[in-house]
């Protein structure tokens, strides 16, 4: 949007210095310019003028796979789209296409015969853009079956039956346990299958609406048909209001503009019309094309069809949205990895001690050690997580529906709190896309039309009473050719439809007026001048009497076009000549409103006398026969297209939790530059504005000096790897007059850096970038369906400030996701362990395979999923700590060192120096050979910032720490219950070693004290043991469910004990664990016994206070750490509300 409508030339030549000032936001070493001026510099630290090779490689490091897509994709630019009709004389357009039009009387025109447009249609296919290629539902519920967990389960399941039978008798459990196992597996990918399609469900709702049409000539009639039934040679009538069914060249316009800011970005309207030359200008800046799905917001038009359905602008860039594949949310990696390490060593183990198992103590009887090697599978993998992770994402994910986020991809939830680096559209996202009046100026004061913080001191409040404001109000309001949906309701409550100036005009005049039809009526048009581009202001002659007269004349435009056809001005009500001081103060009113980026309108009238002007004079346009001179100045107003309520707020508190916000944005920069510094996106200095307050030049000015940039969208083809790494080094940044492909581009770079990248958008325009960021975030209600297709998330209210309240969430449901692996992966440790000591001592066996199951999908399940309910720590604890994964100078220079090196084991051609791809053969080989370099294992235990979801301190936490406090107290109360039953451990490993024992027709065995021990003693001993140990497990879990929690406060804290579901979860894990062991028609298959004293419990409750004990230690220990780890204060952020303007909905 250009600041300040006024002389062409003048503008022109703005725009010009502004874009090359904006191009020079970033210094690059190397210019001719720079070095001829180093010699003046001071010394100091400044970027090096001249880098080295290595250098060189370093900064290209990490970006040579995009340069590679880039030369491969032959970068096909926005402006290059396949569309050249625009350029063609408009008198050979009809031989080109083969169609017939008059561009003299349009309306006379032929058009198409309706079986030729039939023929056409038959052969070139509707005008409709080509659905996305959907999987089926099979396809989805396959690969949800086909995770590493799943498939262990299958295994696990085919092999208890395989055991079942060999060995019939001895594995009556196998007949439960495999069920159990497959069921598992399947049960886990339907939960995740029917969550992923309720939720393409309701996308799906959203998206289907009811087919357009237009009007269409054919055989010289006109006619209403369904759009998706044009074909190329249509010609077709557009009016104000309707939405362009298919790329036309206009051939015959009439005050025609259209609304292009979800192709291209600019909120301003674009004006149309025929060029009977042929336009020499980018299809999408060429005067002549109306695009497919663009709104018209004035006017009317006739244009032949030249494209259709995924040959339009917009099907070129839904096919680049196409060609884009959606990254693997950082989430669905990481438990992938620990799915992968778990696996991998639960194989591992099982392998092992199955073969120590059949060479030693067991030799000879294979299904025994083979029933333990399926127990330490069962034990290592935790069933029930991959269940828990779905289910405590959906909740999530249904929280987050509560308060409009629509989430389609279920670990889309997390993948919001892990963002490192937010990249936001401008127009519709940030703005309103709805030109609302801010100030307006009365010739000696300035005033604001709303309250406003970002005004000066003596900038006073709008009132219609104030001198000149109600002639202001009349200009708005008189000088209009706006039109309603209806004009049977409410002022407020009406839909305008106009160009998005005269509409913001006409929305402040009806707020200001108190009946805004019945001023109308008062005062009707007598004659009048429509704006357009060669005059830049548009004229009014009403029938408004006054002291001299009937008739007025009000004019409204650029503010220097006005002001030349005045010769006095408004003061304090006084009509005075306009001289030298009245000058300096419109320039400075004038450049008061222009610097804030505002559009700015100047107002005058004149008071037509009787005597020259009677009522019935016949005004016209062709001889200039009205009043072109002699006005009186009324003042400027100024117009934006304001923030939406809630964005400065909201990009300020994610700023605090550490996530770089950058705009994305076609407009232009000064425009972008004035609405990001409203809104909290930029309050450091660039090098324009810093050399603006000291009066230095731009280029003496250091990059460390400045913390903000605005790079223009033309230089950022040419932009080089060390360019990119000093604009993401920048805290602020402003991309402006970007291209769909710039977009592109930019989340490609940022992503290269190892950012973690979020795209919020509306516009066809940001589809691509919204598919290959991340996480994409469009807008339900003025999104278009490409980006709603695109994206991973959908605002359903169109607030931005949604986001946050989704950053909280996704950092939450991450923080709940760690508890509650956390917690059930505690238990591995006191499954595990067991089993080996019942291999290599050996003892009678702690915990069956069917008792661990019934560990991770019974009580555990419950618990587990009760974490899905939590509650922040503390205050601070989610929105002012970093992402889990900080993008930082070091992290960047590792991952860049990392790939320089990978690019160094690689071969080059020695002409062309490109990288030679390696065989699979030779790719295996240097995965083979990488464990034993020195480099593999630098990389593995290189210092990094970021927290996974499952980290060595998780780990540490579960296995070695919680996971043998647990070991220790189910072995000792184990071992405890046993020495009650007459048993000592040495008594255990001879009974064990012999085989024949602990079995209903067992001999007696005579323990440590001489004693004779029946079979049905034994068995009973047993059955108790295994009971308590299970038990053990379960009340010491229930400790460790709060001692999970902490990490910035005690386990005891008011936050920490206020989940519910937690308790809830408690009890139904121990009724069910009391039913499994008291109930005696379960022993059978289960174990268990009902003889079970309550008096063995206190063991297990003495080691889960010890649980809650080394919590307190834990939270000491680390409590320093973190508060250093705390996001900064942000000196000059503005975190008071943006104050609403209008509520008034509106479509230009």
Request: proline residues 5%; aromatic residues 10%.
């Amino acid at each position: 949007m250009d600041a300040h409508p006024s002389d062409p030339e003048k503008s022109f030549k703005a725009d010009k210095d502004v874009e090359a000032i904006t191009v020079r936001a970033v210094a690059f070493p190397g210019d001719s310019d720079h070095r001829r001026d180093e010699k003046l510099r001071p010394s100091g630290v400044e970027m090096k003028r001249e880098m080295t090779q290595e250098d060189m490689r370093l900064a290209a490091a990490g970006y040579e796979h995009l340069t590679k897509d880039k030369a491969a994709a032959g970068e096909s630019k926005f402006g290059d789209v396949d569309i050249t009709e625009h350029s063609v004389p408009i008198h050979d357009v009809e031989t080109l296409l083969n169609t017939s039009f008059d561009w003299g009387n349009p309306a006379q025109s032929r058009g198409l015969t309706v079986a030729e447009a039939e023929a056409r249609l038959k052969r070139d296919g509707p005008n409709a853009l080509t659905p996305p290629k959907k999987k089926s539902a099979f396809q989805k519920y396959f690969d949800c079956l086909r995770s590493m967990f799943n498939i262990i389960l299958i295994i696990s399941g085919i092999l208890e039956y395989i055991l079942l039978g060999i060995d019939f008798h001895d594995n009556i459990q196998n007949t439960y346990l495999g069920g159990i196992l497959i069921a598992v597996a399947f049960l886990n990918a339907f939960i995740e299958f029917y969550q992923l399609q309720k939720s393409e469900a309701i996308l799906a709702s959203f998206l289907a609406m009811i087919p357009p049409s237009c009007r269409v000539l054919r055989d010289g009639a006109l006619a209403n048909v369904p759009a998706a039934s044009l074909v190329k040679g249509d010609i077709v009538l557009v009016c104000v209001g309707d939405k362009t069914p298919a790329d036309l060249l206009i051939f015959a316009a009439t005050d025609f503009k259209v609304d292009n800011s979800s192709l291209t970005g600019e909120s301003e309207p674009q004006e149309r019309g025929p060029n009977y030359k042929g336009s020499g200008a980018r299809p999408v800046e060429a005067e002549n094309l109306a695009f497919n799905s663009t709104l018209v917001v004035n006017g009317e038009a006739w244009g032949v069809v030249v494209r259709t359905g995924d040959r339009t602008l917009i099907g070129q860039i839904a096919q680049l949205t196409g060609g884009e594949s959606g990254n693997e949310s950082p989430l669905a990696v990481e438990i992938s990895r620990f799915v992968m390490m778990v696996s991998t060593i639960a194989i591992i183990f099982a392998v092992v001690f199955l073969v120590v198992g059949v060479t030693t103590v067991y030799k000879g009887k294979a299904t025994q050690t083979f029933t333990f090697a399926v127990s330490i599978l069962v034990a290592f993998v935790p069933e029930g997580l991959p269940s828990t992770v779905t289910l405590l994402l959906s909740i999530a994910a249904k929280r987050m529906a509560a308060q409009n986020v629509l989430v389609k991809d279920l670990q889309g939830v997390e993948t919001l709190g892990s963002l490192t680096l937010l990249a936001t559209d401008k127009t519709g996202t940030l703005t309103r896309n709805q030109m609302t009046v801010s100030n307006l100026w009365n010739g000696d004061k300035m005033f604001s039309a709303f309250q406003s913080n970002n005004d000066e001191e003596d900038t006073a409040t709008f009132s219609l009473d104030a001198p000149g404001m109600s002639e202001l109000v009349a200009t708005a309001a008189l000088n209009s050719r706006i039109k309603f949906d209806r004009t049977d309701v409410a002022f407020a409550k009406r839909e305008i439809m106009g160009d998005a100036t005269e509409t913001g005009l006409a929305r402040f005049a009806g707020r200001s007026l108190a009946d805004y039809d019945a001023y109308l009526r008062e005062f009707p048009k007598v004659f009048e001048v429509p704006f357009n581009s060669m005059n830049k202001w548009a004229l009014v002659i009403v029938n408004k009497p006054h002291d001299t007269g009937r008739l007025a004349s009000y004019i409204k435009g650029a503010p220097e076009r006005v002001l030349a056809k005045s010769t006095t001005y408004m003061r304090n009500g006084n009509v005075v000549p306009i001289d030298d001081a009245f000058r300096e103060s419109y320039e400075s009113a004038y450049n008061y409103m222009a610097s804030r980026g505002h559009r700015v309108i100047g107002c005058a009238h004149y008071l037509l006398p009787d005597d020259k002007y009677p009522v019935d004079f016949a005004f016209s346009k062709k001889d200039v026969n009205y009043p072109d001179s002699g006005y009186c100045f009324l003042g400027l107003v100024s117009l934006e297209d304001p923030p939406k309520h809630g964005v400065r707020e909201a990009i300020g508190t994610l700023r605090l939790a550490g996530i770089k916000v950058m705009m994305v944005t076609g407009d232009h920069p000064k425009t972008a530059e004035a609405i990001a510094r409203k809104i909290n996106l930029m309050i450091g200095d660039t090098k324009e504005t810093l050399s603006a307050k000291t009066g230095r030049p731009a280029r003496e000015i250091y990059e460390d000096e400045v913390s903000a940039v605005v790079v223009h969208g033309d230089g950022i083809d040419s932009l080089e790897g060390w360019q990119w790494d000093l604009i993401f080094s920048k805290q602020e940044i402003v991309f402006a007059r970007t291209s769909p492909q710039h977009k592109l581009e930019i989340v490609k770079r940022a992503q290269a850096l190892g950012h973690i990248v979020g795209v919020t958008g509306d516009g066809v325009n940001d589809s691509p970038a919204l598919k290959r960021a991340d996480l994409g975030i469009a807008m339900n209600i003025s999104g278009s369906d490409v980006s709603k297709e695109a994206a991973n998330m959908i605002l359903l209210d169109d607030n931005f400030a949604s986001t946050v309240k989704g950053v909280q969430e996704g950092r939450q449901i991450f923080v709940n996701l760690k508890r509650s692996i956390q917690y059930t992966i505690s238990h591995t440790s006191p499954e595990v362990i067991p089993q080996l000591l019942y291999v290599i001592i050996p003892i009678p066996l702690p915990l069956s395979a069917i008792l661990i199951l019934v560990i991770d999908l019974g009580f555990e399940l419950f618990v587990a999923l009760s974490f899905a309910w939590d509650k922040p720590e503390s205050d601070d604890s989610l929105m002012r700590m970093p992402p889990r994964k900080p993008v930082s100078e070091r992290s960047i220079m590792n991952r860049k060192r990392r790939a320089l090196r990978r690019s160094k084991t690689l071969g080059h051609d020695t002409e062309t120096q490109e990288t030679i791809q390696p065989s699979r053969w030779a790719g295996l080989v240097r995965v083979l050979k990488a464990p034993f370099t020195r480099e593999f294992w630098e990389d593995r235990f290189e210092k990094s910032d970021d927290e996974t979801l499952v980290d060595g301190k998780v780990l540490s936490y579960a296995y070695l720490e919680i996971g043998m406090i647990e070991t220790l107290g189910s072995l000792l109360a184990y071992f405890v219950v046993f020495l009650k039953k007459g048993f000592s451990p040495n008594d255990l490993r001879k009974a064990q070693k012999d085989g024949n024992y602990f079995k209903k027709h067992s001999p007696n065995f005579v323990n440590y004290k001489g004693q004779s021990l029946s079979g049905p003693q034994q068995v009973e001993a047993f059955a108790q043991a295994q009971s308590i140990v299970y038990l053990s497990i379960f009340l010491c879990q229930c400790f460790n469910v709060f001692a999970v929690k902490a990490r910035f406060r005690f386990p005891f804290g008011k936050n920490i004990v206020s989940n519910k579901y937690n308790f809830l979860g408690i009890f139904a894990g121990g009724a069910f664990v009391m039913f499994l062991i008291y109930t005696p028609p379960f022993h059978s298959v289960f174990g268990g016994s009902h003889k079970l004293l309550p008096l063995y419990w206190l063991i297990p409750i003495g080691f889960g206070c010890l649980i809650l004990i080394w919590s307190c230690i834990r939270v000491l220990l680390a409590r320093r750490s973190i508060e250093r780890t705390r996001v900064k204060d942000i000196k000059g952020l503005m975190m008071f509300p943006t104050m609403r303007t209008m509520s008034m909905r509106s479509r230009h």
